[in-house]
């Protein structure tokens, strides 16, 4: 009798230790920092920008996104790569400004791991007038 109850009693325990709260995507990904640039839009993107403001201009009363997306990816299609050069090399000059914007932000991030913006010796330079002002207070 007395092992099975302690199979009973091992059970409960092994139940209790399921009811760990499991993390959901968001919990498991980093909070995104805002300050960093945004990724560049692909050639088809940067011919979606353009086609979303022709398709509205020929089509003023249609509001289906999934038709003007639709329509335009067909349009893409069709297109030679001669068509598609002004838009690729579009993209490949957005991706360049990215690349830029990339690497400052890391030096950024890089150079700012320290404590504050002051250099070094205005952070001593502080601490030693501190020290020297408590100094004078004890001579009082």
């Not at 011919?47 to 089509?59: A, G, I, L, P, V």
């Not at 069709?78 to 932000?105: F, H, I, N, T, V």
Request: glycine content about 4%.
């Amino acid at each position: 009798m007395k092992g099975a109850k302690s199979k009973a009693d091992s059970r409960k325990a092994d139940s209790s230790r399921l009811a760990v709260k499991k993390q959901t995507k968001k919990e498991k990904q980093a909070a995104k920092d805002p300050n960093k640039p945004k990724r560049p839009p692909s050639a088809f993107f940067v011919f979606m920008e353009d086609f979303r403001r022709q398709y509205k201009e020929k089509h003023p009363t249609n509001k289906s996104v999934a038709v003007v997306g639709k329509a335009g990816g067909d349009k893409w299609k069709s297109l030679s790569d001669e068509e598609k050069a002004p838009y690729q090399a579009a993209a490949e000059k957005r991706k360049e400004e990215y690349e830029r914007k990339m690497e400052a932000y890391n030096r950024k991030l890089a150079g700012g791991d320290d404590e504050s913006d002051k250099s070094k010796s205005e952070v001593n330079d502080e601490d030693d007038e501190d020290v020297s002002g408590d100094e004078d207070e004890d001579d009082d």
